[in-house]
């Protein structure tokens, strides 16, 4: 059975950067079948798609976010990650990590982590 | 970007009768290449994640009931939850997938009447 977790910390200070992680187990980023992603909802809001990955590195990212944005992958710990930098007060969420249904991008998502809140507060 | 505008953004309905969300795209999702569309709709029950109902706007993924479908093309798509239950409360949202970045709407809530 496929499990997602997110990992990281649940505040960040204004102007700094939001760090966390996706582990994944039940399978294997390396098996190279599909993308990882992460996607984040403002408490009371919508969904947003920041960026996804595939196993060999290949990114693609929101533009709105683009310029802040950084995803990374590390097969051998099957862990992928997620750097947002310079955050402000409009960038408090729920993160979630999610499973695409396919190698490809854009896509659906089939499976999703349960999330994290992340508060930027000083 | 591609807009996803869902409507009604909240309904009501009693128990055991139907629920209809509607999603339209500010463009066409339908591929004709491959005669799909990039559609996907999501259920969101409080403090879970989303959990993906209906993809290529009309397929069920595993395990879900057969009470929910998806229909339409192009530009306009429908959820339709039959026999509403219980358990079926929750925010809906559709998702396009095809172009990037996926976007979705804003989301449907469903309440029991």
């Not at chain 1, 051998?76 to 729920?94: G, M």
Request: hydrophobic content about 30%.
């Amino acid at each position: 059975q496929l499990q997602l977790q997110e990992s990281g910390p649940g505040l960040v200070k204004p102007s700094e950067t939001l760090s966390l992680t996706c582990t994944v187990s039940g399978d294997s980023i390396s098996s190279g079948t599909y993308y990882w992603g992460w996607i984040r909802q403002p408490p009371g809001k919508g969904l947003e798609w920041i960026g996804s990955i595939y196993y060999g590195g290949t990114t693609s990212y929101n533009p709105s976010l683009k310029s802040r944005v950084t995803i990374s992958v590390d097969t051998s710990e099957d862990h992928f990650s997620l750097k947002l930098s310079s955050v402000t007060a409009a960038d408090t969420a729920v993160y979630y990590c999610a499973r695409h249904g396919e190698a490809a991008t854009p896509y659906y998502f089939d499976y999703w982590g349960q999330g994290t809140l992340v508060t930027v507060s000083s | 970007d591609i807009v996803m505008t869902q409507s009604p953004d909240s309904l009501a309905v009693s128990l055991g009768e139907r629920a209809t969300i509607n999603c339209k795209s500010s463009h066409s999702i339908f591929y004709s290449s491959n005669n799909k569309n990039y559609l996907a709709w999501y259920q969101q029950k409080p403090g879970q994640p989303p959990k993906l109902l209906i993809y290529w706007a009309s397929t069920r993924e595993s395990g879900v009931p057969d009470r929910f479908s998806g229909s339409g093309s192009g530009t306009d798509f429908t959820l339709s939850i039959n026999s509403l239950q219980a358990e079926d409360v929750g925010v809906y949202y559709c998702q396009q997938h095809y172009s990037t970045p996926p976007t979705f709407g804003q989301g449907t809530k469903v309440e029991i009447k």
